[in-house]
């Protein structure tokens, strides 16, 4: 697979939801610990009706239609996780202004989006130990990839994506929650990565299990 069309967005949902799915309980687990416990839930209940979402919006330009996919994302979980990635999808979709279709070179394109969102909803930055290190550092590494490797393939460079999420969960084990019920446990936050950062993680692997899959 070297592009996802407008017509699979749907299925592409699929796959992230299917992941967060898979993890709701390890997310609402981790969450207990320093946040209100229903991260997974939100999150499951979000991804889990983006598909439908999908197909129920009559849109034709890719842009928009990732764009208006976010938007109702924040209606349908209006938690502030729901909000969080509701306004990251809806800044993805304005960064892809102009493409008819996920290629390889979209993704950082995505995800750097996705991370403008987050930052412009959620005030935060990278090394605040929020969602925003895992997808900033997948965005980075996907550019990076890209640079390095001329004529790189989308399943490379949502693998690359993938690594670097994972090195952006690890790295908030030695963040301090600023944020939230988190900072009020900063404490005991030490040596344990951060629920929204892993969040982050599952959503990078839903969308690389469905390039790898098709």
């Known amino acids: 697979m070297e592009k996802i069309t407008i017509e699979q967005l749907p299925q592409l949902f699929e796959a992230i939801a299917d992941q967060f799915a898979k993890n709701a309980d390890i997310l609402c687990q981790m969450d207990s610990r320093m946040g209100d416990g229903d991260l997974g839930l ?47 999808i809806s800044y993805a979709g304005k960064a892809l ?7 390889a070179q979209s993704i950082p394109l995505f995800l750097h989006g996705f991370c403008e969102g987050i ?34 393939s989308l399943k490379e460079v949502c693998l690359a994506a993938l690594e670097g999420a994972k090195k952006g969960v690890e790295a908030t084990k030695t963040m301090k929650p600023k944020f939230g019920k988190a900072a009020v446990y900063a404490n005991i936050a030490e040596g344990i990565a951060d629920q929204g950062a892993v969040a982050g993680l599952v959503m990078i692997q839903g969308i690389t299990d469905y390039v790898l899959m098709n």
């Open 42 to 88: 939100t999150m499951k209940k979000g991804f889990g009706g983006l598909p439908a979402i999908f197909r129920r919006i009559n849109e034709t330009d890719l842009a928009k239609k990732i764009q208006y996919a976010g938007i109702e994302l924040t209606d349908l979980v209006p938690s502030t996780m729901g909000m969080l990635m509701g306004t990251g």
């Open 97 to 103: 202004s102009g493409k008819t279709e996920l290629d």
């Open 119 to 152: 930052i412009k909803r959620g005030k935060c930055h990278r090394g605040d130990r929020t969602v925003l290190d895992s997808l900033g550092q997948a965005a980075d590494e996907s550019k990076k990839y890209i640079s390095e490797k001329l004529g790189a």
